[in-house]
């Protein structure tokens, strides 16, 4: 049954030199991804290599069918900015300033839950959340940074 699981999982996240591999009990499974995927919770993450304002880093998660990274909760913001201080990058994810509505929007519409977390920095036109080891801040987003990309795994 969890070679089942970890089967179903790899092939939802439609990236490339997944393995799997159960103990000969099939008690359990561990799943292998490539450099920068990560499988966390119902998500595959990507993170960059390369630097590039954030119009092009949504158009990467884009052509890979994803979307640049939406935060769930503070567990979620926490790997997240573990991740981050390992590779030593700030990472744009898919959240950026609405200078008319003077909020932050998430990338699917959705407003900023303030309690989930907070920018630091300007809140002015052209402004996109980045997340470090520490903290998200705002920066310009023709700016080059790396990114990060969310496949959701479906549930079918």
């Not at 089967?7 to 490539?34: H, W, Y």
């Not at 920068?36 to 998660?61: I, V």
């Not at 994803?66 to 700030?90: A, P, Y």
């Amino acid at each position: 049954m969890v070679e089942n699981l970890a089967a179903e999982r790899q092939e939802k996240c439609n990236v490339s030199d997944q393995e799997i591999m159960a103990e000969p009990t099939g008690r359990s499974a561990i799943l292998k991804f490539p450099r920068d995927w990560h499988l966390h919770w119902n998500k595959c993450l990507f993170f960059s290599q390369n630097s590039r304002p954030w119009n092009e880093g949504r158009a990467d998660c884009s052509v890979k069918d994803d979307t640049l990274l939406l935060i769930q909760d503070k567990k979620e913001l926490r790997l997240i900015q573990d991740v981050s201080n390992r590779k030593g990058h700030q990472f744009s994810i898919g959240l950026r300033y609405v200078p008319m509505e003077k909020i932050w929007k998430w990338i699917n519409g959705s407003t900023l839950n303030l309690d989930q977390l907070q920018v630091t920095g300007k809140e002015e036109e052209n402004s996109c959340a980045l997340i470090s080891g520490t903290k998200v801040f705002s920066d310009t987003c023709s700016a080059d940074n790396h990114w990060i990309c969310q496949k959701k795994l479906k549930h079918e």
